[in-house]
């Protein structure tokens, strides 16, 4: 089966983003609608504006404000009426190591990570009941299956997550709506390379970083055959899940996945050098902004 993105209404949040702005080029080559959601509306506009077809929406929103929510649903049903496509896909991430970052952060975090696609989704509901045939698909990580020590915000985010998503998809199916989660190891985006060079998690280095364009196939599994989760790299996803059938074994393992990590991250960013999206400074790596 095929999934048929034809005239389908879908909402995609965090949609200017690496990820997101990949999903929403995807869709809309297939002639679907889409609903571009990102807390800068600007961008989300100029996310809009060049996707292909007609009939797209762009539109700035902080989900973390149940009220920008629950407006941002009420555009949605103003524009179109109904959601046949949900996908939650914002996301977060700090370098800031757990014992000397701000209480205000962590609760950043989990608030953006795991309680605004509970409330977006929510909040979709009537609009997803309004088409024939509602999906909701949510980006995870493998960091909900295998704990990254050095983001334990994160881990607790996305652990959470995939619990949710497992149960709202057992919850949602006999009342016709199908919800899954995809769960990709670290992506190529800006939010990665921010990450590598302030020094973040090098336990997400084990192999190159995919690319938006692997999430987006991974997405497009699920729609073309609903389950409960789609795995980008099946291959990295049985070894994490493998690891964790020993937890207690763990404190053994991680300076092994660390050392691995860490020659990992240094390629990355000699890679991202290369590419001209990356510099050294005074002993500092840096982002250099593309333009």
């Known amino acids: 089966m095929t999934y048929d993105f034809?005239?389908?209404?879908?909402?995609?949040?965090?949609?200017?983003?690496?990820?997101?702005?990949?999903?929403c080029h995807r869709f809309a080559r297939g002639?679907?609608?889409?609903?571009?959601?990102?807390?800068?509306?600007?961008?989300a506009r100029r996310t809009a504006a060049a996707l292909h077809g007609s009939g797209h929406l762009g539109l700035g929103c902080d989900l973390l404000e149940r009220a920008a929510v629950e407006e941002m649903a009420d555009r949605v049903a103003a524009a179109h009426g109904r959601i046949d496509v949900l996908v939650n896909n914002v996301g977060m991430t700090s370098s800031e190591r757990f014992d000397v970052r701000s209480l205000e952060?962590?609760?950043?975090?989990?608030?953006?990570?795991?309680?605004?696609?509970?409330?977006?989704?929510?909040?979709?509901?009537?609009?997803?009941?309004?088409?024939?045939?509602p999906r909701v698909v949510t980006t995870v990580s493998l960091g909900g299956i295998f704990p990254l020590g050095e983001t334990p915000i994160y881990t607790a985010s996305k652990f959470g997550l995939r619990g949710a998503m497992l149960a709202i998809g057992l919850d949602l199916r006999d009342k016709g709506i199908q919800a899954g989660s995809v769960l990709p190891s670290a992506t190529d985006t800006r939010m990665l390379r921010q990450e590598a060079v302030d020094g973040g998690n090098s336990l997400q280095f084990q192999e190159p970083p995919q690319q938006p364009s692997d999430v987006?196939?991974?997405?497009?599994?699920?729609?073309?055959?609903?389950r409960?989760?789609?795995?980008?790299?099946?291959?990295?996803?049985?070894?994490?899940?493998?690891?964790?059938?020993?937890?207690?074994?763990?404190?053994?393992?991680?300076?092994?996945?660390?050392?691995?990590?860490?020659?990992?991250?240094?390629?990355?960013?000699?890679?991202?050098?290369?590419?001209?999206?990356?510099?050294?400074t005074g002993g500092r790596w840096e982002l250099v902004e593309e333009a």
């Open 105 to 133: 952060s962590i609760e950043k975090e989990i608030n953006l990570n795991l309680v605004s696609p509970l409330i977006t989704t929510r909040v979709a509901v009537p609009l997803l009941k309004a088409s024939d045939d």
């Open 216 to 226: 987006v196939r991974a997405v497009v599994s699920l729609l073309d055959k609903p």
């Open 31 to 43: 002639g679907a609608r889409l609903v571009v959601v990102d807390i800068d509306e600007a961008r």
């Open 6 to 23: 034809r005239d389908k209404i879908i909402v995609v949040t965090g949609g200017a983003g690496g990820i997101g702005g990949a999903l």
């Open 228 to 280: 409960l989760e789609a795995y980008a790299r099946p291959r990295e996803s049985r070894l994490v899940r493998v690891a964790m059938l020993a937890p207690n074994l763990l404190p053994r393992l991680f300076p092994l996945f660390r050392k691995r990590g860490e020659r990992g991250m240094a390629q990355y960013l000699e890679d991202l050098r290369r590419r001209g999206l990356a510099r050294r």
